[in-house]
């Protein structure tokens, strides 16, 4: 599975932006798929994560009730959408995709198999 990530930029706090993952080969129904980033001097960190199927989502606890993650099969394709942004979302996004499997946590950086390269998202205050 290859993926690529685009949608990052500048934008002012409040704002919103959409990130957007496209995934090539056939099976991309059957990955769990996440988002994480990483800021300048962090750690990367989970930021939200959809099933297989789209029927469960998680987020990390400082995103959830803004962001919102959503996936088109069809499409080969997940979403992040992003609202009331704040300057500590800046950081580089990346999707990573792991197949689901029963018990996996989707929170762990080290569940995904394949990332994509990371998009940038700066929000100024």
């Known amino acids: 599975v290859q993926l690529q990530a685009f949608g990052g930029g500048l934008v002012q706090a409040g704002g919103s932006l959409r990130l957007s993952c496209a995934a090539s080969?056939?099976?991309?129904?059957?990955?769990?798929m996440g988002w994480f980033r990483q800021a300048p001097g962090k750690e990367r960190e989970f930021v939200a994560a959809?099933?297989?199927?789209?029927?469960?989502?998680y987020y990390a606890d400082s995103v959830k009730g803004r962001f919102i993650i959503s996936r088109d099969n069809a499409k080969n394709t997940v979403y992040l959408q992003m609202n009331s942004l704040k300057p500590e979302d800046t950081a580089v996004y990346s999707c990573?995709?792991?197949?689901?499997?029963?018990?996996?946590?989707?929170?762990?950086?080290?569940?995904?198999?394949?990332w994509g390269q990371g998009t940038e998202v700066t929000v100024s205050s």
């Open positions: 959809i099933s297989w199927s789209g029927g469960s989502t």
């Open positions: 990573a995709a792991s197949p689901d499997y029963s018990g996996m946590s989707y929170y762990s950086p080290s569940e995904y198999d394949y």
């Open positions: 080969g056939r099976t991309f129904s059957r990955y769990a």
